[in-house]
């Protein structure tokens, strides 16, 4: 078994959807196909959601209505027979007559989740119809019917793969089983999602769910690269990751992969790879548990960094004083990335500042506070990499021109993370680029 997951851009025009249909049709086996939603539809749902929910109905219908149009557009080029184009005008009027229900409707939370799941459902109906007019054998199985959160809206996984297993066992004659990312059923029962970007950590639930041979997530790039390709010229594909580095490129930045994804396809020990849509025989980049130690593999950066320092005599030769600190965050649910201590102050950051006021308003009571917005945590990634002899001398004569905010080396083997401010970014992965890879 095989997943092969399409992102946004890979579905997002009438001829590349065509040509995944070639491409999954030619690969051997039985394999599950997990689709996004066209590209840029997502964006939009989320606008017209908004709009919907600040009561601002006319944005919202245009918005509709443009898309609409986009979609009518699609399915007439889609489809090469009067019979198909015809079915094709029916998907999209439907779903439209739908989401225009919604919009006149009593507009929550939850009708807002059902109106962001409208993309991955329109996509996959679209292809499974466009592989119908191949004569090409395949089902559409609803993602509805198996994926499912908890109510930590963590995926159930053991759940999803007690519901999936008997649906594929099913379908033995089927090669192509086509099924959304992204969506997914709550602990009420309601339609939700996986969060921005999901589809990616869908693909790697039902690889783990199946226990498949792997997992090829499709996107328009050959595979993670060495540094940000959107901001430095000259980067390479790295053809092999761990699963450990991956997740620490995926979670610091590299926008390729969602950050979870790693999580299941790690724990079930399921190969995850990397391909480009636009450039088939491209090697891309192979995840899975072999590696080798010591090679510095990727930098990724990570904007949107706020730092919080607390500085305090109280901590000298204190205990339990960092557990009231972590307390505070563990309050406000904020996840801490980075973490960096002297004996009277520590720093850490954040990238989710919805409640910053209310935390350090309590932080105030433990001592000074400062906070630094505007920040980027750069991360240098590679198996075992942080105790490699020399190799914080290289990253630091690479930053020497750079204010450095924080280092945090030695928390985990595999990452060595610097806190810089971001309009330093630029020339801090440039110079790494350089220092680490002799790429100029
Ligand atoms: N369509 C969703 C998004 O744009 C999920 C995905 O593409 O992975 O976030
Ligand atoms: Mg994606």
């Known amino acids: 078994m095989l997943v092969m997951k399409f992102g946004g851009t890979s579905v997002g025009k009438p001829e590349r959807m065509k040509k995944i249909a070639k491409l999954v049709t030619e690969t051997p086996g039985q394999k599950v196909v997990v689709l996004s939603a066209l590209s840029g539809t997502t964006n939009t749902l989320v606008a017209i959601g908004e709009h919907l929910l600040g ?10 209505d443009s898309l609409e149009k986009h979609y009518q557009n699609f399915v007439e080029e889609l489809y090469q027979t009067e019979n198909f184009k015809a079915i094709g005008r029916e998907i999209v009027s439907r779903f439209f007559v739908f989401m225009r229900l919604l919009a006149a409707g009593q507009f929550d939370d939850k009708s807002y989740r059902e109106l962001l799941a409208q993309g991955e459902l329109i996509s996959t109906e679209m ?13 559409l199985l609803p993602a509805l019917h198996f994926m499912s959160i908890d109510e930590n809206e963590e995926p159930e996984l053991e759940k999803i793969a007690g519901r999936l297993r008997p649906l594929i066992a099913s379908l033995q004659h089927i090669d192509i089983i086509i099924t959304q990312g992204y969506i997914c059923r709550n602990h009420r029962n309601e ?21 498949a041979e792997e997992i090829q997530i499709w996107t328009d790039i050959d595979g993670m690269h060495n540094n940000d390709p959107r901001v430095v010229n000259k ?4 053809s092999e990751l761990t699963f450990d580095e ?15 994804t790693i999580v299941p396809a790690q724990k079930y020990n399921i190969p995850v790879r990397l391909k480009n849509t636009m450039d088939e025989k491209a090697p891309g980049t192979l995840i899975s548990n072999k590696g080798t130690s010591g090679a510095c593999k990727a930098v990724a950066a990570k904007d949107g960094i706020t730092a919080i320092n607390i500085k305090s005599s109280r901590m000298l030769m204190a205990y339990g004083f960092l557990r009231k600190v972590f307390e505070v965050f563990e309050r406000y649910k904020t996840p801490i990335d980075m973490i960096s201590t002297s004996e009277v102050a520590v720093s850490l950051t954040i990238d989710n500042t ?10 105030k009571k433990f001592g000074s506070i400062e906070v ?13 990499i942080s105790g490699q002899k020399g190799i914080l001398e290289r990253v630091f004569k690479a930053l020497h021109d750079i204010p450095v905010r924080m280092v945090s080396a ?10 810089i401010p971001s309009s330093f970014k630029k020339q801090a992965l440039l110079a790494l680029n350089e220092q680490l890879f002799g790429l100029i």
């Open 55 to 64: 009561n601002r109905a006319e944005a919202a219908e245009a918005e509709i």
């Open 127 to 139: 292809f499974y119809q466009y592989l119908q007019e191949q004569k090409i054998n395949a089902r």
């Open 354 to 363: 919805r409640y910053l006021n209310e935390i350090t308003g309590e932080l």
């Open 246 to 260: 991956a997740s620490e490129l995926a979670y610091f930045g590299a926008k390729i992969l969602h950050p979870s």
């Open 191 to 211: 339609i939700d999602n996986l969060k921005r970007g999901g589809s990616d950590y869908t693909a790697s639930l039902i690889g783990a769910a199946l226990q």
């Open 235 to 238: 980067t390479v594909p790295v």
């Open 372 to 384: 630094d917005t505007d920040q980027t945590i750069v991360c240098i990634v590679g198996q075992r």
């Open 410 to 419: 030695g928390g985990s083997a595999n990452n060595i993370s610097i806190l």
